[in-house]
């Protein structure tokens, strides 16, 4: 059963890089999608963007260009860094898996919350 | 971008009630919907897509509808296992976009 868990610092501080891994566990990355979803307090989920297996991504244009997302497959990891951080910031950040056809999340980590705070 | 508004942000109802969520999207997505059923503490769930597809594992209680614009999810005789936020997400543009999502808690 493929397991998806987020790893990272809780607490950033203001104009710094947020840098969070999600580790896939009981399958490959091959063949899907794998996105970073956020949710910030109080408000609706926000889709980050997106790294394919060969290496190719997409982001949402609201985020500019502070995203930068990575894959590991030695590692069965991907990851996310997001720069110049601002309090706009703090969310429960998701990462999910999007199959290649069907752009809906089928499989979903549990969330890690990040909070941006000097 | 296109917007998502899901209603009620929170709906009251004991076990045994039939609930009504609907998602309204800001243009035309066809039935490029999907819903998503999330607890405090654990991975959001895929319910539903392509408005109605029920995914596998997924109780028939839960049925999705709708097209276009408008679109409904509605839970059958309510179970204590589905008082949890459910999300509406539309993935007719690259730039995918969810609803605030509707608590459903017990009455």
């Known amino acids: 059963q493929v397991q998806l868990e987020e790893s990272g610092p809780g607490l950033v501080k203001p104009s710094e890089t947020l840098s969070l891994t999600c580790t896939v566990s009981g399958g490959p990355t091959r063949s899907y999608y794998w996105s970073w979803i956020r949710q910030p307090p109080g408000k609706g989920l926000e889709w980050i963007g997106y790294?394919?297996?060969?290496?190719?991504?997409d982001h949402n244009p609201s985020l500019k260009s502070r995203v930068s997302i990575s894959l590991d497959t030695s590692k069965n990891q991907f990851s996310l860094k997001l720069s110049s951080v601002t309090a706009a910031d703090t969310a429960v950040y998701y990462c999910a898996r999007r199959r290649g056809d069907d752009w809906y999340f089928d499989l979903w980590g549990r969330g890690t919350p990040v909070s941006v705070s000097s | 971008d296109i917007q998502m508004t899901q209603s009620p942000s929170t709906l009251s109802a004991s076990v045994g009630d039939r609930v009504t969520i609907t998602c309204r999207a800001s243009q035309s997505i066809s039935s490029w919907l999907a819903w998503y059923q999330h607890k405090p503490g654990k991975a959001p769930r895929l319910l539903i897509s392509k408005a109605s597809n029920l995914e596998n594992g997924v109780p028939s209680r839960f049925s999705g509808s709708g097209s276009g614009t408008e679109f409904t999810l509605t839970i059958n005789s309510l179970q204590p296992d589905d008082f949890a936020t459910y999300h509406c997400?539309?993935?007719?543009?690259?730039?995918?976009?969810f609803g605030q999502g509707t608590k459903l808690q017990i009455k």
């Open positions: 790294i394919y297996h060969s290496g190719t991504t």
């Open positions: 997400q539309q993935y007719s543009s690259y730039v995918y976009t």
